[in-house]
């Protein structure tokens, strides 16, 4: 009989937020996989447990090493606790290729649910709830966020962002930019730590405010693009919606018709404002 694979989610900040189930885990699994052997010592002796199982790193740089070697364990009949530094594993954290792999072998996976980065700042930033998408951490190179956000500006759901402290003032301009400086948006720092801050503010406000330096764990929320009935999209909106569509790599004609779709009018609307932009630029 195969095994079972235990994902655990682990405190995100104050060690009384982690479940019941995950000192019972980290007591009994066979094997457990950690982000961080060290921080896993430091969780196990605030919780109290003694790790009977063998422990082995599981991190980014030796991931699809490792991987094989776990699945082996698991078809063998042992019970795989994975963990990793913070929050819910796979979710921008090793675990992905393990459970992917697990499945494949028709391996029982299972999670022990804990806290998430995700789904309390999002509770926390007072932006609309019921519609998201998580969007992970944006590239590092300055071209690349563009391209990304720009693929993401007309989204209408609330975004989740993970952002390194010393990158955030850059994101936030780069989402001005792309969003409108007007955007809503929420910067969720040091969640359940001792310094934990939500800033709410426009999207504009904010990168001022970490232009002076940010430190912590950061989650950023955004509020999705608005829904707007044709008469209150002006054609300096229509234009700039045609211009991040156009520097995202559509062809003009096929921007035109996206966004005159997304604000609910005739096409030729949104090619007259185009024509008129142009026009008046040269």
């Not at 195969?2 to 655990?8: E, F, N, S």
């Not at 199982?53 to 030796?62: A, D, K, P």
Request: aromatic share 4%.
């Amino acid at each position: 009989m195969t095994g079972t694979l235990v994902l655990a989610g682990t405190p995100i900040g104050d060690i009384a937020d982690a479940p019941p189930r995950l000192a019972e885990e980290l007591a009994g699994a066979d094997v457990i996989a950690a982000e961080d052997t060290r921080r896993l010592r430091r969780l196990t002796q605030a919780l109290g447990v003694q790790p009977s199982g063998r422990v082995v790193s599981y991190f980014e740089g030796n991931e699809s090493a490792r991987t094989p070697e776990l699945v082996e364990a698991l078809v063998g009949g042992s019970r795989v606790l994975l963990v990793t530094d913070a929050g819910m594993p796979s979710v921008s954290d090793p675990g992905y290729r393990l459970v992917a792999a697990a499945v494949e072998k028709d391996i029982r996976v299972t999670a022990v649910p804990g806290p998430s980065a995700v789904l309390t700042a999002l509770a926390l930033s007072g932006l609309p709830v019921d519609r998201f998408c998580f969007e992970g951490f944006l590239p590092r190179k300055a071209g690349e966020r563009l391209s990304r956000l720009r693929e993401v500006a007309g989204e209408r759901r609330t975004l989740v962002y993970f952002e390194a402290p010393h990158r955030l003032d850059d994101t936030l301009a780069a989402m001005a930019e792309v969003f409108g400086a007007e955007r809503r948006a929420a910067v969720c720092r040091e969640l359940t730590k001792t310094y934990e801050e939500v800033r709410r503010g426009s999207v504009g406000e904010l990168a001022a405010w970490a232009a002076e330096g940010v430190r912590g764990e950061i989650t950023v929320v955004v509020e999705g693009a608005p829904e707007k009935g044709a008469e209150e999209l002006d054609a300096d909106e229509l234009v700039r919606r045609v211009r991040v569509r156009e520097e995202a790599g559509e062809r003009r004609k096929e921007a035109i018709a996206a966004v005159a779709v997304e604000a609910g009018v005739p096409k030729r609307v949104v090619f007259d404002a185009v024509v008129a932009a142009k026009s008046s630029a040269g």
